[in-house]
């Protein structure tokens, strides 16, 4: 058996104050996370790929400038940049982490690399990210949700969650860890409702029933809440294994990343 190819994606509201809706990033979290990196690559050889979500970083500028169904004119064009702009900073967070960690991150923008056609990527050329990933299993490639160019709306969003499957599919990744501010999938949103489930395994068996049941996000988010992530699993990811879990609980980045049992989610469809 090679060497595993790992996806880690960290989603915007756990690294971000979200909730509050402002543009800082948790450096604290984020160096937990690159520490647990860390010590998971001292005990086990693994490629390891990371996208990060936007947060406020993105989706507060996508919202003020009222872009997210394109370009329409010089003020939308200047939301488009300043977007882009505003994640190449929280993307700097990202790196300055890394760097003090020890961490080789090689910071890949997804605007300079993906096209899409209303929403939809229809080019993403992943010569760079395999070519570093062959160079040594040291570095990790790391990739963030963007604005790009997009053929039929001039500009639009690309989210985490759409260059995630992405890669995973083009590159036959092994595993899919999707890290967010929850334990995994629930019945309902467990910071509105203390009476919930967690859904341990969702496969082809329980898929529409989990779907009935699953809310909204609550917070301004311009990509759907967890409703609209899984039912962009099953449109993406069939086939290959994912796990939805809580990256703010300690230690869970490194379990993940060594094969250890967490709290969480698994689908595979």
């Not at 009935?212 to 086939?239: C, N, P, Q, W």
Request: glycine share 10%.
């Amino acid at each position: 058996m090679g060497m595993e190819t790992y996806i880690l994606k960290i989603g915007g509201g756990s690294v971000t104050f979200k909730d509050e809706n402002r543009r800082e990033a948790k450096a604290d979290v984020i160096r937990r996370i690159a520490r647990e990196i860390k010590r998971a690559k001292s005990c086990k050889d693994f490629r390891l790929i990371v996208v990060h979500g936007a947060g406020p970083f993105g989706h507060k500028l996508v919202t003020d400038y009222g872009i997210n169904n394109g370009l329409k004119g010089d003020k939308d064009v200047e939301g488009f940049v300043r977007t882009h702009n505003s994640m190449e900073d929280l993307n700097k967070v990202f790196m300055d982490v890394f760097r003090e960690e020890d961490l080789l991150g090689f910071p890949i923008q997804p605007s300079a690399c993906i096209v899409q056609n209303r929403k939809r990527i229809v080019e993403f050329d992943t010569t760079i990210l395999e070519k570093l990933l062959e160079r040594s299993n040291d570095i990790i490639p790391i990739m963030y949700g963007d604005m790009v160019i997009d053929e039929g709306l001039g500009a639009s969003v690309v989210s985490g969650d759409a260059i995630v499957p992405y890669l995973a599919k083009k590159l036959k990744v092994d595993r899919v860890f999707m890290g967010t501010d929850v334990d995994g999938i629930f019945t309902a949103d467990p910071k509105l409702n203390p009476d919930v489930r967690l859904i341990e395994k969702i496969g082809q068996g329980n898929f529409e029933t989990v779907l009935e049941r699953v809310g909204e996000a609550a917070t301004i988010d311009v990509t759907r809440g967890m409703k609209g992530k899984i039912i962009k699993i099953r449109e993406t990811l069939s086939g290959i294994n994912v796990l939805i879990f809580n990256i703010t609980r300690e230690g869970n980045v490194y379990k993940v990343l060594t094969g250890e049992k967490v709290v969480g989610t698994e689908i595979k469809l």
